[in-house]
């Protein structure tokens, strides 16, 4: 049922940019992108979303390629603190769809 | 502002028993939301409610119920516990409705850790 494929893990140097890529490639005109994490066992947190436009918040920036297909979520510059599982989600009505994510460890 | 507040945080329960998981939300969110974390394993919608009186089902609604008489409560009641249920269960709210537009954000509590031996 996953609509997303993104690779089970990486790794990223403390202080470095986190590139997290995820493929989406039957999303729907209407879809939208959404971006959680998920700390230890913790419930999940929202990190970002959106639809055509890259986006940018406090936390992260979300490129969507002008096909819609892919997107990457960047961590300017990662921390020790952003070690968690990164979900990408390709929204459907009333549910969000979290497959198993990327574990992401922030290396010192 | 306390967000979302699950209880009990962890429950072993015996083959065939019951149960309640309560969740209360205090951001007047009309949606909320049952998710079960089985490990390694992503999040699967068991249930779900957009206003009180409201419900519909999720992915995986068999051997759960759930009701919603206010806005901040959303109870789900196991009624046969099955090994099969031994999992991670998160509540959510939103604003809007997840995954849309206008910060379908979802804000989830701690989860409730639940044993079925």
């Known amino acids: 049922d996953a609509k997303t494929t993104q690779p089970p893990s990486m790794d990223c140097a403390e202080g470095r940019a986190a590139n997290l890529p995820c493929n989406h490639s039957t999303i729907s005109g209407n879809e939208y992108v959404y971006w959680y994490r998920q700390i230890h066992s913790q419930g999940p947190q929202y990190i970002i979303h959106g639809l055509k436009n890259n986006e940018t918040n406090e936390m992260a920036s979300l490129i969507i390629t002008e096909d819609r297909k892919s997107s990457t979520l960047i961590l300017p510059h990662a921390t020790l603190r952003d070690t968690a599982v990164y979900y990408c989600i390709v929204s459907v009505a009333n549910n969000l769809f979290f497959g198993t994510g990327t574990r992401l460890t922030v290396i010192p | 502002n306390a967000g979302v507040t699950q209880t009990p945080k962890f429950r072993i329960l015996k083959i065939g028993q019951s149960m309640t998981l309560q969740c209360t939300q205090d951001?007047?969110?009309?949606?909320m939301y049952w998710y079960r974390q089985d490990p390694g394993m992503g999040l699967k919608l068991i249930y779900y409610?957009?206003?009180?009186?409201?419900?519909d089902k999720g992915e995986v609604p068999n051997g759960y119920n759930v009701s919603r008489s206010t806005t901040e409560d959303f109870p789900l009641r196991l009624e046969l516990a099955a090994p099969s249920q031994t999992s991670v269960y998160f509540c959510a709210s939103s604003y809007s409705l997840a995954g849309g537009a206008r910060t379908g954000e979802l804000f989830f509590g701690e989860g409730s850790r639940l044993t079925v031996l």
């Open positions: 409610s957009v206003g009180a009186g409201i419900t």
């Open positions: 951001m007047n969110h009309n949606y």
